[in-house]
């Protein structure tokens, strides 16, 4: 904390207040924003504050701050500020976002944060409205970045949408290309050999461990890519050779029979592990390079006319899932392999520029992070 910075009550800073109720049936067409505890939910034909204007969420979802421009409506699950006290909006609205609102519900016995508990959390302000603009501009150019960095990753994605549309169905065809694609099961594809198409093991709590053989599950495996969990499962050695389990490999293809959605499938990546396996669940695809480009056949896995075709063919009422040999009987489309080889190609530098977005918004994040912390502390000053 910086020593010019006056220590004092949150509630000599701002005064919060609650939100109104406003049920469905009398909204009525307009333009002002509801703001609910989790943000802009709805809109209404009138305003109950005047903007600029601080929420954040009361009871249901806690500790998400928003700040509003125009005129609004915040909700009863909602805290406002009601009274700025001179101090600027907002930078009010990235200071809240320091406060940890989880610590302070159900104080009282009932759920939710109160207003009167918050209003007694000693807080540390900068002295002049000067300084608080500068760091409210400070962060909001940080925003900006990171939102147009995010517009620009869901425009990429858009663009990788619309090649997967054409490219793998073959309603358009690359330079060069002009021969028949063809019908195939994953099995056939898999060259009829349960080996090249198998599912992982059958492994029980008991044989779970926290060091060993690293255990991939159905969590692991998004919609065209692995994720890593911060908690890692594996098994005992000595159940993986009990057990005779199925060790998998880099470039394997592994699918999900289980939603939600059944038939999402990745590339198993280098997770730098020495043994892997996979549970029961997880069908272990290995086409052979001859008949198939893996990378082709993973984007073809993450296309809606695959889930479809996934989801006809799954059964049960709680947790709906495919059996193997009805996956196996999937018939998809397929060019020849140098066709795939080429498509695939564009559609890795695709992800490719899209992880690299990624990777620089994780780091625009992490650098507005620091300066929240550097900045709303006073230990940096910017006047």
């Not at 075709?309 to 060019?335: E, N, Q, W, Y």
Request: net charge neutral.
């Amino acid at each position: 904390m910086s020593p010019n910075w006056k220590t004092q009550s949150l509630g000599s800073v701002v005064t919060l207040q609650r939100g109104y109720d406003l049920p469905y049936r009398l909204r009525k067409p307009g333009s002002i924003p509801i703001v609910t505890s989790s943000g802009i939910e709805d809109i209404h034909c009138e305003a109950k504050v005047k903007g600029p204007g601080v929420v954040t969420g009361r009871y249901g979802t806690i500790g998400e701050v928003f700040f509003i421009r125009g005129d609004f409506w915040p909700l009863n699950t909602t805290l406002y500020v009601r009274d700025f006290h001179g101090n600027d909006p907002l930078f009010t609205s990235y200071f809240l976002q320091t406060i940890d609102f989880h610590s302070y519900s159900g104080r009282t016995g009932v759920p939710g944060v109160n207003r009167n508990d918050l209003h007694e959390v000693e807080v540390s302000f900068p002295p002049t409205k000067a300084e608080q603009e500068a760091i409210a501009e400070a962060l909001s150019d940080a925003d900006a970045l990171i939102e147009s960095l995010w517009q620009l990753i869901a425009k990429k994605r858009d663009l990788k949408q619309g090649a997967m549309q054409g490219l793998l169905t073959g309603r358009r065809r690359l330079p060069g290309f002009s021969g028949k694609w063809e019908d195939r099961t994953l099995f056939e594809l898999a060259g009829s050999r349960k080996d090249l198409f198998d599912d992982g093991d059958w492994i029980e709590s008991e044989h779970i461990t926290n060091e060993g053989v690293r255990l991939v599950q159905t969590g692991n495996i998004g919609i065209g890519r692995f994720v890593e969990k911060d908690e890692k499962k594996y098994i005992f050695e000595s159940s993986f050779v009990s057990l005779r389990c199925k060790e998998i490999r880099q470039g394997d293809l592994l699918i999900c029979r289980l939603a939600e959605p059944a038939g999402r499938a990745c590339l198993l990546p280098d997770i730098g592990e020495e043994k892997i396996v996979t549970s029961v669940d997880v069908t272990i695809f290995r086409p052979p390079t001859s008949s198939a480009n893996r990378v082709f056949i993973a984007n073809l896995f993450s296309t809606d006319q695959w889930f479809r075709a996934v989801s006809d063919r799954s059964g049960g009422t709680t947790h709906k899932r495919i059996a193997r040999r009805a996956l196996g009987r999937l018939r998809i489309r397929v060019p020849c392999v140098d066709e795939q080889t080429a498509i695939a190609g564009i559609l890795s530098d695709m992800d490719a520029e899209i992880a690299a977005l990624e990777a620089k918004l994780a780091k625009s994040r992490g650098i507005k992070q620091g300066m929240m912390q550097e900045l709303l502390t006073g230990r940096t000053r910017l006047i």
